[in-house]
């Protein structure tokens, strides 16, 4: 698959160096959702993180 869902979404986001790119999600609870580089030598070096998500 390539990633492109059927609503025109994708899981990935393919960015050149100095391009930019939003991404809209929808959490289904409260937790911690880690996310990471899909060039995985730079997620060795820092390149991932954890979004966290709270009740409103």
């Avoid at 959490?27 to 580089?37: D, K, M, R």
Wanted: charged share 20%.
């Amino acid at each position: 698959s390539d990633g492109v869902g059927s609503g025109g979404g994708a899981q990935a986001l393919g960015l050149l160096p100095a391009q930019g790119g939003f991404v809209e999600l929808e959490l289904p609870e409260a937790g911690h959702y880690p996310f990471v580089s899909h060039i995985m030598s730079d997620a060795e070096r820092g390149a991932k993180g954890t979004l966290r998500a709270v009740e409103r």
